[in-house]
């Protein structure tokens, strides 16, 4: 284009680039066309804007709706069998794997327990599954990518196996299995790969209970599955008989050989070694060696009450830190509420955040979002004899809940264990339903982190604009025709925002305030006021001012005049 004669001959001068900003056409250059380009339409994927469809493709140079949602919720496994699922692996082609429990299950393996496992496809369809006995009783707790591609799934099993890793390729057949073969009654939490000298190294987070004491684990394994060395430590120094329990939850890797781990300990109270304190939640470097304990290392979080992490991330953006979800009985509404905190790169609070519904509520997994923020899941429980409803929230850099969703209805059982990203950042989730009075169900969720369309526009289980942000009101999005229906919810604990009543309690949908608070310090030289943020407050009165009969105030006491 604008060529040009130079020294006697015409010279280009530049490049013609085609691109006419559509994905349903290849564009390119030809000399005999008008402006020189030219398109052919293709049978690319594509997306369609409000992204609620699956499998979008091109016809005709146009994007053509695909015929699956892209958000939904399906069940795995056997019906009528208990299977759930505690992890997730996002594969690159928007799929899955999905790891758990089968108990009882296929063709009486031999189990109480089974290891199962499930690959699905980006549309939530079952590509394969397996379901094998290790032992007399076995699990896959938690799954991941080796640096390779393939899976590794991490799991425990019972009658000397130990903890385990097993790597798996693409079309499910297990490559190797490595083991600690060390019996007791372990659990294996989380998965990691650092690369050290010699190759990458797996590590696996976990439990080892000996009957006595709850002793935090890593077990180290080489790229081929070989057990290379496992620790353990409790509250007291290293390798300590008794001293307290501790508990690994979640593992991550910084990236320079180095590991922090998350989970939770409480020391023993006085001489007796089954003395304990309340929890702590706590996060531990280990060095790039083999992580020997140090209680200086250790950062702990949390109040008066139980605290305890059990799930880790690295914040994700332009200011470092860390995220570590759990449970707090230092602080909330609830008894136990779920709890969110967000660290600097030195482990110092920058902030937290409380979720609860008035019984056990808890996080079990959280993962770093894009824009500096998080997504949480685990389940919640109302007040009284109820089972777990599901608790899927995001929180923004800031620390606003941006939105948060429970399902489910009394007698029903949900619960959901972790989370995964995919490479557009839409949310998938693992975890377990039980319809009442049936088995558990193993579950696989796909939604969208960032609130996409409207519910009645983009439709199918949208559910960041179903959720009203009133706690008094359990919030469902209709799969069918998008519609998002509001369930007033009674007798659950709330809070009308107001420090001056108390028992606050859900009644028709809305937070009704419970008693007046009464601020009365039993001293009549104060006086007695309360402001619906600080709560109660008292003001000492001026000396002279007479409290009874030949009675005045002096410095703030009621004496003789």
Known sequence: MGDACKLGACTPVSVTVCNDATPCTDDYCDAAKPGGCATTANTAECTIAGGCTAFDQCAASKCTPG?????????????GLNERAYGIAALPDGGAVLVGASANAYKSQGG????????????????????????SDDMAHTAALAPDGKLLVAGFGLNGFGMWLAKYDGGGKKEWI????????????????????????????????????????????????????????????????????????????????TLMWA????????????????????????????????????????????????????????VPGWFGAGYTASKGAGKQDAWLVRLDAGLKVVWDATLGEGGDDQFWQVRALPDGGAVAVGSFVASGPTLPFLLIARYSAAGTKVWHTGGGSGGDYHERFDVALTGDNDLLVAGVFAPKGSKDQAVFQRMAPFGQAACTVCGKLDYATCDDGDYC????????????THVAMAGLTCTDDNACTASDACSNGACVPGATVLCDDKNPCTTETCDKVKGCSYTTMKDGVECGSGLVCKVGKCGVM
């Open 67 to 79: 015929s699956k949602l892209r958000y939904f919720e399906k069940q795995l496994g056997v019906a």
């Open 112 to 135: 109480l327990s089974d290891t199962a496992i499930w690959r699905v496809s980006k549309a939530g369809d079952v590509v394969w599954e397996k379901v094998e006995s290790l032992s």
């Open 178 to 257: 490595g083991k600690t073969d060390d019996g007791g009654y372990p659990t294996a939490s989380a998965i990691v790969t650092r690369t050290v000298v010699g190759g990458p190294q797996h590590v696996v987070c976990g439990i080892y209970w000996d009957g006595s004491n709850a002793y935090a684990r890593l077990a180290y394994f080489n790229e081929k599955g070989g057990f290379m060395l496992a620790t353990k430590w409790n509250g007291g120094p290293a390798n300590s008989v008794h001293g307290g329990h501790m508990e690994c939850r979640d593992i991550v890797s910084p990236g320079d050989g």
């Open 263 to 318: 989970g939770w300990t409480n020391d023993v109270v006085g001489s007796n070694p089954f003395a304990f304190a309340d929890r702590n939640a706590i996060i531990v470097p280990v060095d790039t060696g083999w992580g020997v304990y140090d209680k200086n290392t250790v950062a702990r979080f949390g109040g008066t009450g139980d605290d305890a992490f059990y799930a880790l991330a690295a914040v994700k953006g332009p």
């Open 473 to 484: 009101s359990n919030d469902t999005c209709d799969a069918g025709d998008g519609t998002c």
